[in-house]
């Protein structure tokens, strides 16, 4: 079966300091990959995703992450978070012949102090 | 804008109850979708439907039923809740094509008592 972890329960970061957030996933066949993020109190929202191609990939507000087929790993990060980025994120993974499904990791908290 | 609307933002309901989770989108996606978010274990596959009049059991279907009677309308039923089902549950909804992605909603907290 599939799954997919996360290095990091909760990280705290100060503003302007570097984020990198691990996701490492156990299925051997093509995947698609995704980081999905959820500010407090809204619902989760797609950051950025990976299905072909160039294994860096760019996603909204200044995020980014980096498919290593080698290591099965799509690592999030960002150079410099701000107080906004304060949320939990998901890394999700939907292998080829899995069908429509996606497997989510249990998430990373992140906390951005002013 | 796209959108995938869930009834209800809180639900407070007493053990045994039968309980409706209504999740609706206006998007003519295929794939409709409902999990469970737990602290630490993330998102929870409970059901899962293709097409209209479809569904699958996804990891955690126990305890949950689902109804897929019209395209845009998949609906998750608690046949006796219990307190173990307290949660926040999300439906989502992608194409066919699910490169794309899932559009997820606002979500559901519900609190057994």
């Known amino acids: 079966a599939q799954s997919v972890s996360q290095h990091n329960h909760h990280v705290i970061l100060s503003e302007a300091a570097s984020l990198e957030l691990g996701c490492n996933y156990s299925y051997g066949g093509t995947v698609n990959l995704f980081w999905y993020v959820q500010y407090p109190g809204q619902h989760l929202q797609l950051l950025l995703k990976?299905?072909?191609?160039?294994?860096l990939v760019k996603g909204i507000k200044g995020f980014e992450a980096e498919f290593i087929k080698s290591k099965f790993s799509f690592n999030l990060r960002k150079p410099s978070v701000q107080w906004s980025d304060t949320a939990e994120y998901f890394c999700a993974v939907n292998a080829h012949n899995y069908g429509q499904n996606f497997v989510f990791g249990p998430g990373t908290r992140l906390s951005v102090l002013p | 804008d796209v959108k995938v609307t869930q009834s209800s933002r809180y639900l407070v309901k007493r053990t045994g109850e039968k309980v409706f989770l209504e999740c609706v989108q206006d998007m003519d996606h295929e794939n409709m979708f409902w999990y469970r978010q737990d602290p630490g274990l993330g998102l929870r596959l409970i059901y899962f439907s293709y097409d209209v009049k479809m569904k699958e059991k996804g990891d955690i279907p126990e305890g949950y039923s689902v109804s897929r009677e019209k395209k845009e309308r998949f609906s998750l039923i608690l046949e006796s809740a219990s307190t173990n089902q307290t949660s926040m549950y999300l439906c989502?909804?992608?194409?066919?094509?699910?490169?794309?992605?899932?559009?997820f909603g606002s979500g559901t907290r519900l609190t057994v008592v």
């Open positions: 989502a909804s992608s194409q066919l094509d699910k490169d794309y992605g899932y559009t």
């Open positions: 990976y299905f072909s191609g160039d294994p």
